[in-house]
């Protein structure tokens, strides 16, 4: 099994941006789809992005098309979300996800799934 472990997230004002690294170990992840899904207090998960293995191909959800980017660094095992033009609807525990077929936005299992790293929104 993929251990994952994100973090960067923390507390920005509206229209600010962060950047999240998921950090994967146990396993090369260089074969693997990764995406990230985000949960907000009381909301089911939401997918929000996910990255095939070389890199070439990415599939965003509609609410964050046009201001985040997915992308990974295989020499570090390391998957990276930045995030633009923040807004408080963005706000969430973002979790970052690895399995070895592409990743469905309704995709529940996963080959690795992390805690997750809370990023704040504030208007």
């Known amino acids: 099994q993929v251990q994952l472990v994100e973090s960067g997230g923390g507390l920005v004002q509206a229209g600010g941006s962060l950047r999240l690294s998921c950090a994967a170990s146990?396993?090369?992840?260089?074969?693997?789809?990764m995406a990230w899904f985000r949960q907000a207090p009381g909301k089911e998960r939401e997918f929000v992005a996910r990255i095939n293995w070389s890199g070439s191909s990415t599939y965003y959800s509609d609410s964050v098309k046009g201001r985040f980017t997915i992308s990974r660094d295989n020499g570090k095992n390391t998957v990276y979300l930045r995030m633009n033009t923040l807004k408080p609807e963005d706000t969430g525990v973002y979790h970052c996800?690895?399995?070895?077929?592409?990743?469905?936005?309704?995709?529940?299992?996963?080959?690795?799934w992390g805690q997750g790293t809370q990023v704040t929104v504030s208007s």
């Open positions: 996800a690895a399995d070895r077929i592409v990743i469905t936005p309704t995709a529940r299992e996963y080959d690795g």
């Open positions: 146990g396993r090369t992840v260089s074969s693997y789809y």
